[in-house]
């Protein structure tokens, strides 16, 4: 690998370290690299996704199943019709108005109170019967004091017996539960309700339904019975009149003797059309009379109205009582939403009021209307009956006894046509009451249903276990940005704005079995932990062709990152491989030597601090490994004043002198954020050599102690040590590591 480290490691061309790290560019979204970050984070991922799908497991565990039935009601817009008499009550019309308000009709609470009476729900758990709590207890007695200090409606309501409220809590649960739609445009309404037990569901449909249509008939049935009983009485009225107005007249031709003949003057037949056609306005007028009468005694009874020929023809009406079906709907809604003292409840039971008292002005005038028909009748009758009388008087040729006889034969015979008419009528609906049939039917009626409606297990787990991916990735991501170690040379050079010139692979305890690394590579120089270390130092030579490096520093940011095993594996590596070159590794640690402990030999009494004091000579201090032909000159730890000892002129010397007799020499130095022996012995060297530890050094603290190099103005290059190089296999191509972990097998073991 060729890197031209003197143009990345110039500070006049690398304003970075003056001010900071180099900003991040903006990476593009590599797909590859999104699943190599997922394949190394997988147990994360797998962990969040199983979690998250275990919760919704426990919950649904923890979820009672409700089971849904649903029955099918058709308003039925083909009545069969049986006889040719007109309905009492009409039948309900398919208008979205009328069906809106079939549906609150199933949904009222008068139809399900039956229902909970019907299937006894009010002792039902399901429905609210379970013991009262001490809670509950307690907060009826405060009621019941309350009630006793302010007779309000509220406490009268609080103070209900424990049945009604039981009722009212089964009604108002049960209006909960049951779902009241149209399908789609049809005159199809379906009626769903949901259960913990299945039969239960179908049952309480079914009673539902079937109370609907007992409603709807029992309606019909209510009218005609009205109706009859109002026949009823005016038959006995109108029978009475027939009776005496014949008895008058049978009675006065009787007294005066009088018989009718078959011949008549003009003036009688002139009598005899005027009192056809005050017969004529006479049953006009009691007809118009009979519908006010029956407009009066609906209005008096609002539910009745629905079967008035007038109402039912009037347009405003029909839209005024669909507005009030929708004014209804919403009280409802608010009702159970907001409660009985809401502005908005109280608001729109006020526009409820004005929609009624509008219906009952509407109403008023119909009434009006009929009223005036009838008197226009009346006065028709009158103007008629003026005529006659007027007639009559003119009329010579006939007696005054005769004129008498035909008044009364004329009131008889009107009062007979009334009572006639009405007779019919009453007929006609003593019929209709047998065929009566309810506008509705059930077109498919509840099945027994067998799979829970609540929860939906597979698609609930199914968006469990997306949603947990999702969170995973959002752990993953998470992680990855909290992530403070360097892990790619492509993030070391972005970060640091330095070369990286080597990556070495770790070395497990069973490659290594009784060994340092450095008598590894040494036993191992084809390894794959040697070619690290031979790229380690080709990267370096290639990298200064101006003039290769002799004084070679190597340090790092913190203990623990492998630096004196690097040094001294690289140098014995480099001995052993170049016989006919003389490598010398100096301990500049004197704080915490351990470059003999490195090469596995025992510690020496010549140490560099003596030399530098001139107790020793150059020869007694350079020891040499046989091993490998390596030379190194200890030190000794806890050595007083090293900072002095380093930044004197006796140091220069000596590393001077030792350039003049090896080829390479290796300065092993302290870390470079603990003390600042390494700052004063980075002026020496030609080349630092920079140890980071892979995925351990934070990277605030490299960049941090590179920085404090800037002022060496020397070269430096980056190495990334402790290498597991089966993970950095997942983080991406292109580096050491990951030839190192896929082409294993190319190097010796």
Not at 701 to 729: C, E, F, P, T, W
Request: positive net charge; glycine residues 6%; contains cysteine.
């Amino acid at each position: 690998m060729k890197t031209s480290v003197d143009t990345i490691t110039d500070p006049k061309t690398t304003p970075a370290f003056e001010t900071g790290p180099r900003p991040l560019p903006r990476m593009r979204t590599d797909v590859r690299e999104l699943l190599r970050m997922l394949n190394r984070r997988k147990w994360h991922l797998a962990g969040v996704t199983a979690l998250v799908c275990a919760f919704a497991a426990i919950v649904l565990m923890q979820l009672t199943p409700q089971y849904r039935a649903t029955a099918l009601v058709m308003i039925d817009s083909r009545k069969a019709k049986v006889t040719n008499t007109p309905d009492v009550l009409s039948g309900i019309t398919t208008e979205i108005a009328a069906i809106q308000s079939e549906i609150e009709v199933l949904k009222s609470s008068s139809l399900l109170g039956r229902v909970v009476d019907k299937r006894s729900l009010d002792r039902d758990p399901e429905y609210g019967a379970a013991p009262p709590s001490l809670l509950s207890q307690v907060i009826g007695q405060v009621r019941t004091v309350y009630s006793g200090w302010f007779n309000t409606e509220a406490s009268r309501a609080h103070s209900a017996s424990p049945d009604d409220a039981a009722k009212l809590r089964a009604i108002a649960i049960l209006s909960r539960n049951v779902a009241v739609t149209v399908r789609n445009r049809s005159f199809v309404i379906a009626v769903s309700l949901e259960s913990a037990v299945p039969a239960r569901a179908k049952e309480l449909v079914d009673t539902i339904t079937d109370f609907y249509l007992v409603d709807q008939l029992q309606a019909k049935l209510d009218a005609n019975k009205r109706a009859t009983e109002f026949f009823n009485e005016r038959l006995d009225e109108l029978k009475q009149s027939v009776s005496k107005a014949e008895s008058a007249a049978a009675s006065f031709r009787e007294k005066s003797g009088l018989t009718i003949g078959k011949d008549s003057t003009i003036a009688s037949q002139s009598l005899s059309e005027l009192n056809s056609q005050l017969v004529q306005a006479r049953t006009q007028r009691a007809e118009k009379e009979s519908r006010l009468v029956a407009l009066q005694q609906a209005a008096r009874n609002p539910a009745t109205l629905g079967g008035i020929t007038e109402v039912l023809a009037n347009p405003l009406i029909s839209s005024l009582r669909a507005q009030e079906a929708e004014v209804a709907r919403r009280i409802g809604d608010l009702n159970q939403r907001y409660g009985e003292s809401h502005p908005r409840l109280l608001q729109a039971r006020a526009e409820q009021g004005q929609i009624q008292g509008r219906i009952g002005a509407e109403v008023a005038k119909i009434i009006s209307s009929v009223q005036g028909d009838a008197e226009a009748a009346k006065s028709k009758e009158t103007e008629l009956q003026a005529q006659v009388d007027s007639l009559e008087k003119k009329a010579g040729g006939l007696g005054q006894n005769e004129v008498q006889l035909r008044q009364f034969e004329r009131e008889a015979q009107s009062t007979r046509a009334v009572y006639e008419d009405f007779l019919k009528r009453s007929k006609e609906i003593r019929e209709q009451q047998d065929i009566q049939q309810p506008d509705a039917r059930v077109l498919s009626p509840a099945d027994l249903p067998t799979v829970p409606a609540f929860p939906r297990y597979g698609l609930t787990m199914a968006a469990a276990l997306v949603l947990g991916l999702a969170m995973g990735v959002g752990v993953v991501l998470l992680l990855e940005r909290l992530d403070g170690g360097f892990r790619m040379g492509e993030q070391v050079e972005r970060m640091t704005g330095r070369a990286m010139v080597g990556m070495i692979p770790s070395l497990s305890r069973t490659m290594l079995g009784a060994r340092l690394p450095a008598c590894f590579a040494i036993e191992k120089p084809a390894s794959a932990y040697g070619e690290a270390l031979r790229s380690t130092f080709t990267a370096i030579s290639l990298g200064t062709l101006d003039q290769s490096p002799k004084v070679l520093m190597v340090t790092s940011s913190l203990p623990g990152e492998g630096k004196s095993t690097f040094v001294c594996s690289l140098a014995a590596l480099l001995a052993r491989s170049s016989p006919d070159k003389r490598i010398v590794v100096v301990d500049c640690d004197l704080r915490r030597s351990s470059v003999s402990k490195a090469l596995g030999l025992p510690v020496e009494d010549d140490t560099i601090d003596q030399y530098l004091s001139g107790a020793k000579t150059i020869e007694q201090v350079v020891k040499r490994d046989e091993a490998s032909g390596l030379y190194y000159i200890p030190a000794r730890a806890n050595t007083p004043n090293s900072s002095e000892i380093l930044d004197s002129k006796a140091m220069r010397n000596f590393v001077k002198a030792l350039s003049g007799m090896f080829d390479y020499v290796f300065l092993d130095t302290p870390p470079v954020m603990a003390v600042s022996d390494s700052r004063i012995t980075a002026q020496l060297a030609d080349y630092i050599i920079f140890l980071i530890r892979w995925e351990q050094t934070p990277r605030e603290l490299a960049v941090n102690a590179l920085r404090l190099l800037r002022d060496v103005r020397k070269n430096i290059g980056v190495v990334l040590s402790q290498v597991n190089v089966r993970r950095h296999a997942r983080y991406g191509y292109g580096d050491y590591g990951y030839y190192y972990s896929k082409y294993r097998d190319y190097y010796t073991d």
